[in-house]
C-alpha cells in the first residue's frame, strides 16, 4: 500500500458514493453556480454570528451528501473535517451536531484532500465501510481571524485572494458507484520564506510542485496519465509560479490539464483579486465541478492537490514566515 516514503496507494479503491457542495450568495453569481448542491441567499444563513453561519454551511453539505446515497448519519462511521478557525471549531461543532465519531484535521486550506486521504485509507484498511470527509471556510470569519474584520473595509494588494463561503463533502464507502480514490500523496511541510498573509499563492506554490514531483516520481508514471491536474487554491499568481516550477524542474503539465480550484470558482468581472482560496475552494470544486464532471463522461483521472498555508495569527504577530503543505489525491473513474 505504502509506495515509496510518502504515496498510498489503495488496492481496494474506495468510491466515492456521494459528494455534495454548498455555497453562498458570491458562489452562487460565480462561474459553476450549477455544480452546486445548495446555494445559501445569504452570508448569515440565519444564524447570529457567521461563525455560527460556517457550521451550518458545513451540516449541509454533510447531510446532503449522506441523503444523496440513501443513508442515515448513523450508517456513517467516521467524519473527518478542517476549517481555518481556531482549535477547528467550524468541523467539531458540526460534529456535535451530526453525532458521527469525529476525527479533526488542520492542514488549513488542504484539508478537504488531507481528510479524502484518510477517509479513503480506513476504508481500504477495512477500519471502516462509510467515512465522510468534509471541509469548510467563511469569507467573513476568515477575514475576520487572519487580515482584518470585513467591517474595517481595509485595502487589498492585487496578490490577496477571496476566501470561498462554501463547504465540500464526500462520502466515502468500500464499494459502490461512483468515481474511486486510487491514491494519495502525502505532502511535506515547505518554507520558503515568504511572511505576507496576503500573497498565500506565491506561499503556497512551491509546496505544491514538491507534491506533484514526488507524487509522479513514486508513481513512476507522468501528467499524461491525468486528464486534468488541479492544485487547490494557489489562484493567478501562485499557478503562474507553480508552472513555472515545474517547467525549471523538467515536468512539463500542458496548460490544458493544469489549472486551479480557486480559478474556477468566479467568474472573471467578480472583484476576487488573484483567485479564489479557503479550505471550501477546493472541497467545492472538487465534490462539485470535478465530480460531476466525471460522472458525465468528461474526464476519467483527475489528480486534485490540494494547498495549505500553516500560519495562525499568532505566528503572523510574532514575524514567523509561512510554512506550507500541499497533499495529492488521484481520482478514477
Known sequence: MLKGKQTWIFDS???IISSAAVGGPFEAKGAIAEDF???NEDLWLGQDSFEKAEKMLLEQACETAINKANLK?????FFISGDLMNQIISSSFAARDLGIPFLGVFGACSSAMEGLALASLLVDSGAANYVIAAASSHNVT???QFRYPTEYGAQKPPTAQWTVTGAGAGLVAKQGNGPKVTAATIG??????ISDPFNMGGAMAPAAVDTIETHFRELGMGPSY?????TGDLGRIGHRIAADLLDKHGLKIPS???TDCGLLIYKE???VFAGASGCGCSATVTYGHFLKRMKKGELKRILVIATGALLSPLSYQQKESIPCIAHAVSIEM
Not at 188 to 193: E, P, Q, R, Y
Not at 226 to 230: E, K, Q, V
Open 13 to 15: 479503491k474506495p468510491t
Open 37 to 39: 448542491d445548495v446555494l
Open 73 to 77: 448519519k448513523e450508517d456513517v462511521h
Open 142 to 144: 476568515a477575514e475576520k
Open 188 to 193: 511535506k511541510v515547505v518554507d520558503m520564506g
Open 226 to 230: 491525468y486528464d486534468l491536474i488541479a
Open 256 to 258: 490544458e490539464i493544469f
Open 269 to 271: 468581472d467578480q472583484p
